[in-house]
Nanobody, 122 residues
Framework: EVQLVESGGGLVQPGGSLRLSCAAS????????MSWVRQAPGKGLEWVSN????????YYADSVKGRFTITTDNAKNTLYLQMNSLKSEDTAVYYC???????????????WGQGTLVTVSS
């Protein structure tokens, strides 16, 4: 069974940093494409970042580019999202998800974690 479990959320002040983790199991993590998606209070889902683990290629939404970094540790089957220079608008529930690649890019997300809440506030 494919499972994704996020951790690392919490309350942080504007300008601060936080690292989210996503522990993966039930599939070959090193050959996967993984995503971070967030949902701000009262808003829809927003894609944040993708990593194509098998080629170490990464992509970011313009809203987080230069501030967030997506990485993996294949020995630990864990996905990370390092978030720096956090803003109030980054407040959201953050989900990790396993992507299904269609062609060259993620076509859809087939398995989601339960989410972890990040609150950026003074």
């Amino acid at each position: 069974e494919v499972q994704l479990v996020e951790s690392g959320g919490g309350l942080v002040q504007p300008g601060g940093s936080l690292r989210l983790s996503c522990a993966a199991s039930g599939f070959t993590f090193s050959s996967s494409a993984m995503s971070w998606v967030r949902q701000a209070p009262g808003k829809g889902l927003e894609w944040v970042s993708n990593i194509y683990n098998y080629i170490s290629d990464t992509y970011y939404a313009d809203s987080v580019k230069g501030r967030f970094t997506i990485t993996t540790d294949n020995a630990k089957n864990t996905l990370y999202l390092q978030m720096n220079s956090l803003k109030s608008e980054d407040t959201a529930v953050y989900y990790c998800a396993k992507g299904v690649v269609l062609g060259e890019f993620v076509g859809y997300l087939e398995v989601w974690g339960q989410g972890t809440l990040v609150t950026v506030s003074s």
